[in-house]
């Protein structure tokens, strides 16, 4: 696709951004508009606007709408979050099957690369459906398609409450990936979804996903004690909440 820049500073804060006639060589013009009483960063995406995130020095541009409960591609200063599909399958194997990142998380490693591919095609398509919940992303490095790791809404609390879920392959641990794509999600549950609170769950033990919650400005509300994890060992369950309201105060 090719890219046009158009930009454009309004005079007044009702001053709404238009639809306008795009060129065919520009689907995706970049534009500044005023979003919660100030100066921010938006998109034309065909004949539509979407607002773009800079919370924190993050550029976040959502490029798309939710559209047949598919969550529209993202792009961050360093990632490109897409829809992760069956061909994605050994990519995702390569970090879904080492223990050490999916038992702390909640759940045993895949088996093999046949297993991920039924997940893709049958399992985690039937969930949007059964649970109303919104499909996730695969995590990508700018300027490559390879899916280095996930990043979903995982659990439906209520019709405005929604829990988190990543995984990273450990080749890219500690370049602070999770935490970007975590803030582009939440401009989406936030914005796009509406949502009233979005939730984290974790082991006591996961010391790097507690670093996530409260690098993005989640509360620790609960610390349920000598529950079982996903391998029938005891240890405390901790549950962080992040409101709109507080969202929107920190950004």
Known sequence: ??????????????????????????????????????????????????????????????????????????ETERLYLRQRLVSDAKEIFAYASLPEVTWPAGFPPAESVEEEENYLENIMPKRWIEQKIPSGYGICLKGTNKVIGSIDFNKRHADDVLEMGYLLHPDYWGQGIVTEAARALLEVGFTLLNLHKIEIECYGYNKASQRIAEKLGFTLESRVRDRKDAQGQRCDLLRYGLLRSEWEEKE
């Open 1 to 74: 696709m090719s890219y046009g820049l158009y930009w454009r500073t309004p005079k007044r804060a009702n001053d709404v951004i238009k639809d306008k006639q795009e060129d065919q060589s520009c689907g995706h013009l970049p534009e500044i508009g005023w979003y919660r009483g100030e100066i921010r960063p938006c998109h034309v995406w065909q004949g539509r606007i979407f607002i773009s995130g800079t919370g924190r020095g993050i550029m976040i541009n959502i490029l798309g709408q939710i559209e047949d409960n598919k969550l529209p591609n993202i």
